[in-house]
């Protein structure tokens, strides 16, 4: 029987194509059924973020880690885009960890302490929630067996939905969310998989109409996040300030070069909402501008242009404007 199944799938194979098995939307669009053309902003320096395990919402199974799950994907797909650094999330959880315990009052010297509010050392946190994880399957639940991936003859529908919620780190509030789709169909040979074999990186798991859904998925909401950042200004800190020269938390790793200019920022006041308790940010006085002119791998000498003074954990924008593309959404 299974040399039959075998025979089969090969004939199958020869008429229809593996990699014309799963149709998808084209990656460019918000939601899964208005797919769109973008152009996206050139890359500038590479913004530090952070990527929180994404929170089940879907009533999926428990045979998967789907947060952990999707929060990896995520993640790689940030590293690949070249937009960004990010965050690895064990420090995230350690960091959050300790702001739990802080905020319980059982700490011996709070000061010393992470403060509500000021989460993490990044720029952004992102949030996630995954609304809709599910496969419609049709037709013939019998088939061959590969490594844990099922061939039969069948059409499936996949469709993933997630929510991403992007977060200021130094405030806490939520400035900005979306809802994000894929979903990808295969028909005439469908593909499933076995909980016991899966894992989202796999190659089985990736040519079934769920992985591809939740590829696409990902891919949108990566592209949602970068339209996003990029009207927020590139953000690093002052490690320390000596003599004529000023070191930079930042290098090669996040883009710089030199020649690079920064505008410095001395925060003033802090804001605290009398209600919730929770920061709302400070002000902040331009005091001078820096030029870099050593760069390495995760920090780079700079020497100001303007002011004086300047001290660690004085914020630093890059000062040279990024020109950023238009965004053309036409239908396809």
Partial sequence: MRVLYL?????????????????????????????VAVTLPPVGLKKLVAVETFENQAGFGSEI?????????????????????VMERQAIESVLTEQ????SGRTVQAGSTAQVGKVLPV??????????YDT?????????????????MQRSTAHVAVIIRLIDTTTGQVIDSQRVEGKAE????????????????QSGYKKTPIGEATQIAIDRAVEYIIRRMSSIPWEGKVVTARDNEVIINAGLNAGIKQGDRFAVYR??????????????????????????????????????????????????????????????????
Avoid: H, W
């Fill in 136 to 152: 419609i399957t049709t037709g013939g639940d019998q088939g061959l067996n590969i490594r844990g991936v099922t061939v039969n």
């Fill in 65 to 85: 880690n789907l947060g952990n799950g999707m929060a990896d994907m995520l993640t790689d797909s940030l590293i690949q885009s070249g937009y960004f650094n």
């Fill in 186 to 201: 295969s028909g005439g040979l469908g593909f499933g998989y076995a909980a016991s074999d899966f894992d989202f990186f």
């Fill in 100 to 103: 739990d315990f802080s905020a």
């Fill in 123 to 132: 720029q952004l946190l992102i949030r996630g929630s995954v609304t809709e």
């Fill in 267 to 332: 925060p003033g006041q802090e804001f605290i909402d009398p209600d919730t308790g929770m920061s709302l940010g400070a002000e902040m006085s331009k005091i001078g501008e820096v030029e870099a002119v050593g760069v390495q791998d995760k920090f780079a000498r700079a020497v100001p242009v303007t002011g004086s003074g300047f001290a660690a954990r004085d914020i630093l924008r890059f000062e040279r404007p990024e020109v950023v593309q238009p965004i053309i959404d036409q239908q396809i």
């Fill in 7 to 35: 025979r089969l799938f090969l004939i199958f194979t020869m008429f229809f194509p593996l990699s014309g098995c799963v149709q998808q939307n084209q990656y460019a669009s918000l939601t899964a059924d208005q797919p």
